[in-house]
């Protein structure tokens, strides 16, 4: 399996490095896997600052994968979906609607309030995911892991990774 350079990013406005568990969960089920975190840090829900660090690590040759937690509701507040989906070259519709489809198999019809998503930026594949412990397992153990992982048959998002810049 290869290994794989993540960037973590957490959107929030109270959370702190201290009370942030989605982003331990996270880096707890990455490490797991073998894969490096190169970066985590935690930004708050405003689009432009969002915006700001995805294009770092976007423009970042050492990280491979982003995966964000937070900013994914409806309230007034949260942007991280409209901050993120301009930046993308290519949107994985399919992961959104996958994310929704497991946790309405636990919340019901309470998930059609995340505005989960997945794409790929400059040879940088991204995910957006809501802020919930819950919900960090359940995209990472169900989605990303399987997705991260080169043997996964028949096929996988790192067998592509070879071929994001043709």
Not at 5 to 31: C, H, M
Not at 74 to 93: F, M, N, Q, R, W
Not at 119 to 142: H, M, Q, R, Y
Request: some cysteine.
């Amino acid at each position: 399996m290869d290994k794989l350079n993540i960037a973590i990013v957490i959107v929030s406005n109270t959370r702190t490095f201290e009370t942030d568990k989605s982003g331990k969960i996270l880096t707890d089920l990455i490490g797991k896997e073998g894969h490096t975190i190169k970066e985590y840090t935690i930004v708050p829900d405003n689009i432009y600052e969002i915006r700001l660090i995805f294009s770092k690590y976007i423009s970042d040759k050492d990280i491979d994968v982003i995966i964000s937690s937070g900013g994914t509701g409806i309230t007034g507040s949260d942007g991280t979906p409209e901050a993120v989906s301009v930046l993308l070259d290519k949107e994985i519709d399919g992961f959104g609607e996958m994310f929704r489809s497991i946790s309405y198999q636990k919340i019901k019809t309470s998930s059609l309030q995340t505005r989960a998503l997945a794409g790929v930026a400059n040879s940088t594949f991204i995910f957006v995911l809501p802020g919930s412990v819950d919900a960090c397992k359940t995209a990472w153990s169900e989605i990303i892991s399987h997705q991260l992982n080169s043997t996964t048959k028949p096929c996988n998002l790192v067998m592509l990774m070879p071929r994001l810049k043709e």
